[in-house]
Each structure stands twice: as C-alpha cells, then as structure tokens.
C-alpha cells in the first residue's frame, strides 16, 4: 500500500495541560533518533496528534520503529489525497481490498475538519459504506466494535484515509521526566528496571562495573549488548563503564567475607552517585527485588543506601522473578542475560553474606581503606561510549549536532 504518512496519538500526554508542548517537542526528538535510517521523514508535532510525512520511506520500516517509542499511544499509517469524492472512492475500496477478508465486519469513521466540504459526516459515511457494499455485497456493517474501521478525516489540505492502528508503548517520552543512572550488571533484572524507568520518561545511563580479569571481555560485551536492546526505546544510549578491580581486591584484602557484598554494593553506590553528579542526573536506578539476594533485603538495602542521599529508584522491587523473566522476554533482553559470564557482583561473592548488615560494622571495616581515594581513581577513569540498536557508536553526538537536531524537528 502507497502510504504517504503516520499519524501519531498522544495518549497520556493529552492530559499535561501547559507543560504538553514540553512534551511533544521530546517526542518528536525521540522519533527522530529512532528513525535516523529514514532522514526523508518529515515529522510535525501538533497540539493533538503528531504526522510524519513519508516523502517515499519504507512504511513497514517506519511502523517497526514507532512501536518502541514511548509516549506513543498508537498510530496508523494513512493515505492522503484532494478532496474529490471519486478520488476518496477510490482509495477507500483500496484500503478495503488490501483489509478485508471474508467473514469480517466494518464500519466507516468520518471525521470533518473542514465544514465547506461538499457532504457531511454522515452522508460521507453513508456514501462509502454503499461503495463498500457494492464491492463486498456479503460483507456486514457492525457499528461497535468491527474488525475493519475505515477512518476518513477531511482537512483543510486534504482527505486522510486508513484503516490500521497499531498499537504503541505508552507511558511518557523518554527524557521528560529527568535524567538516571541505571547500574546495569549483566543479570535479568536491571535491564528490565531500566526499561520501566525509561516508560515513565526517564532518560537512562548505563552504568557498568568491570574488573577485569576477574570479569572477561565477554561480560563487557553482554552488558552492552543489553544496551543495544534498550536504545530502541529512545534512539541512543550513553555506556558507562567504571574500572573496579583495585576497589574489589581491596575490599577482599580487608573486609571480613560476611561483609563484602554489602561494601561492594556501597562502593558502587558512592561510584553511581558521583557520575550522577558528573552527567547533571537526578536519581540513581538498579535492579533490586525485594528478598531476591542477600544484598536486596531491607536491612542490606539500608544500610547500602546510607552513602548517598540521592533517591533510589527500584522499578522492580515488588516483582516475583517470573514476573521479571517474562517482563525480560518480552523485551528481548533474557536471553542476553543468562549467558554464562560473571559480573562484579558474583566474582567474589561469599558464601554467607550477611542478610541483616550492621551499619556500624560497615563503617568500620570500611575505616580499613582510603574510601574516598578508590573511588576519586575509580570515577576518573570511567569510559564513556554511546550505544545503539547496532551497538557501540565510535563518534557520540556532540551538544552543537543535537541542538541543531532538535531546531530542525520543530
């Protein structure tokens, strides 16, 4: 089918009142990143609806990269022609050949912009619907839910004709709500933490431990190849890889075994929350559940927190782990997961790590080390890379391209 635009529904952002212009102009960065394989699309953010023209691009293609955007209710790709009856006829029956199939019920959907248009809502409706049946005499008209809805709408510029709405991701832009650090180790479930976070509009920045050689290239590899998984959702993702191999021999060269995994775990929440600060972030995300390990009890979690004053988003914190798999699956990312190379997290993880950690204890076995040095060297010599759904990108964006990117959607 020569489709020649897609019209984009809001969803919830029909309801942010005056802050929604904020709103649509992210949307429509969003979409262009995503769609950076089809530079001909034109894309118009309106008060109601977004259009993308086209201008030839593969329509399929398009569609695929509108169904991971958030922010998008649904959308449907549609024709537009003058405003001449028999034209509209035409293309109508087009739309219903390529739509209907025996058995099926349909409807016709008029909408009317433009009121100088020679026939009304209904006498337009009543008009195709009779081409219809001339066509598909066996065909049957069902008002309330039919298989087939063929949407008119007659604008001022011209006739828009569809019949397909696909459904989108929901939730908010990605960036409208602020910027967070996703501490992403390699496991099922902080992939999926930061796939929630992005839904509620939060830009994620993966955040990677690596000790190698205790951790292998591959284990380097997974982890941004989960990343890969995540940038559809958004376009790009920035990678950040932290070096923690001298932090984790210290810790198992001084701190009793019951008490690495919580140290480790505070480590890697000071290390997060001073690229946070470095990255202008706001709040610091994971991927703990509830229970699920020795360092995700509430008195671990406590005493873990104690480091840091910035708030600690946990997506998944009351999900079972066959909530999280099929969340996991559903996104793509579980397979990726359970590759079998360790991360910093389970290299030197004890065989009894205490459950219920007693805060002055932690403070004190951390008295044993230069905190703050390991964790200055730590943040200086973090590797910032930009991901997409192809992988690693060599030469990121600079502020200057995506300023200009941005004046140009708008």
């Given at each position: 089918?020569?489709?020649?635009e897609?019209m984009?529904r809001?969803?919830?952002?029909?309801t942010?009142?005056?802050?929604r212009?904020?709103?649509?102009?992210?949307?429509a960065?969003?979409?262009?990143?995503?769609l950076?394989?089809?530079p001909?699309?034109?894309i118009?953010?309106?008060k109601d609806r977004?259009h993308?023209?086209?201008?030839?691009?593969d329509?399929t293609?398009?569609?695929?990269g509108l169904t991971k955007?958030?922010?998008?209710?649904n959308?449907s790709?549609?024709i537009?022609v003058p405003?001449d009856?028999?034209?509209?006829k035409a293309?109508?029956?087009e739309?219903m050949?390529?739509?209907?199939?025996p058995?099926?019920?349909?409807?016709?959907n008029?909408?009317?912009?433009d009121?100088n248009f020679?026939l009304?809502?209904n006498?337009l409706?009543?008009?195709?619907?009779?081409a219809?049946?001339?066509?598909?005499?066996?065909?049957?008209a069902?008002?309330?839910?039919?298989?087939?809805?063929?949407r008119?709408?007659i604008?001022k510029?011209g006739?828009?004709?569809s019949?397909?709405?696909v459904k989108?991701?929901?939730?908010?832009?990605?960036?409208?709500?602020g910027?967070?650090?996703?501490?992403?180790?390699g496991?099922?479930d902080s992939?999926v933490?930061?796939?929630?976070?992005?839904?509620r509009g939060?830009?994620?920045?993966?955040?990677?431990?690596a000790s190698?050689?205790?951790?292998?290239?591959?284990?380097?590899?997974?982890?941004?190849?989960?990343t890969?998984?995540?940038?559809?959702?958004v376009?790009?993702?920035?990678?950040?890889e932290v070096?923690?191999t001298?932090?984790?021999e210290?810790i198992?060269?001084?701190?009793?075994?019951?008490y690495?995994?919580?140290?480790?775990r505070?480590?890697?929440m000071?290390?997060t929350?001073?690229?946070?600060?470095l990255?202008?972030?706001?709040v610091?995300?994971?991927?703990?559940?509830?229970?699920?390990?020795?360092s995700?009890?509430?008195?671990?979690m406590v005493a873990?927190?104690?480091?840091?004053n910035t708030?600690?988003?946990?997506?998944?914190?009351?999900m079972?782990?066959?909530e999280?798999i099929?969340l996991?699956e559903?996104i793509?990312?579980?397979?990726?997961s359970?590759?079998?190379?360790e991360?910093?997290?389970?290299?030197?993880?004890p065989p009894?790590p205490k459950?219920?950690?007693?805060?002055?204890?932690v403070?004190f076995?951390e008295?044993?080390?230069?905190v703050?040095?390991?964790?200055?060297?730590?943040?200086?010599?973090?590797?910032v890379?930009?991901i997409?759904?192809?992988?690693?990108v060599?030469t990121?964006e600079?502020?200057?391209?995506?300023?200009?990117?941005?004046?140009d959607l708008?």
């Open positions: 089918m020569n489709y020649t897609i984009v809001y969803g919830e952002l029909s942010k009142g005056k802050n212009f904020t709103f649509i102009q992210r949307l960065q969003n979409v262009r990143q995503a950076v394989a089809y001909e699309v034109k118009y953010g309106k977004m993308l023209v086209l201008n030839g691009a329509p293609g398009v569609c695929q955007i958030f922010g998008i209710q959308f790709p549609m537009k405003k009856l028999e034209i509209i293309t109508a029956l739309l050949k390529e739509a209907y199939e058995g099926l019920t349909f409807k016709v008029t909408k009317r912009a009121h020679e009304d809502t006498a409706n009543l008009f195709l619907g009779n219809v049946f001339d066509v598909y005499p066996e065909i049957q069902q008002m309330r839910k039919p298989d087939i809805t063929l008119v709408e604008r510029e006739a828009y004709l019949y397909l709405t989108g991701a929901g939730g908010l832009p990605v960036g409208t709500s910027r967070g650090m996703l501490m992403l180790s496991g099922i992939p933490a930061g796939f929630l976070a992005m839904k939060v830009e994620i920045e993966a955040v990677h431990f190698p050689p205790y951790t292998s290239v591959q284990a380097l590899k997974k982890a941004q190849d989960l890969a998984k995540l940038a559809p959702y376009g790009t993702i920035q990678f950040i070096p923690f001298e932090i984790q210290e198992k060269n001084k701190v009793p075994q019951g690495l995994m919580t140290i480790t505070r480590f890697m000071r290390i929350d001073e690229i946070k600060n990255r202008h972030g706001l610091i995300i994971n991927g703990e559940s509830l229970g699920q390990v020795a995700q009890t509430l008195p671990s873990i927190n104690e480091v840091t708030p600690i988003i946990r997506p998944v914190v009351t079972d782990k066959i999280i099929d996991a559903k793509d990312t579980f397979q990726l359970i590759q079998p190379f991360d910093c997290c389970t290299i030197f993880a009894q459950t219920k950690p007693q805060v002055e204890k403070q076995y008295s044993r080390l230069d703050e040095g390991l964790v200055l060297r730590a943040v200086e010599k973090i590797i890379s930009q997409n759904v192809n992988g690693l060599n990121p600079n502020a200057s391209a995506e300023k200009d990117l941005f004046d708008l």
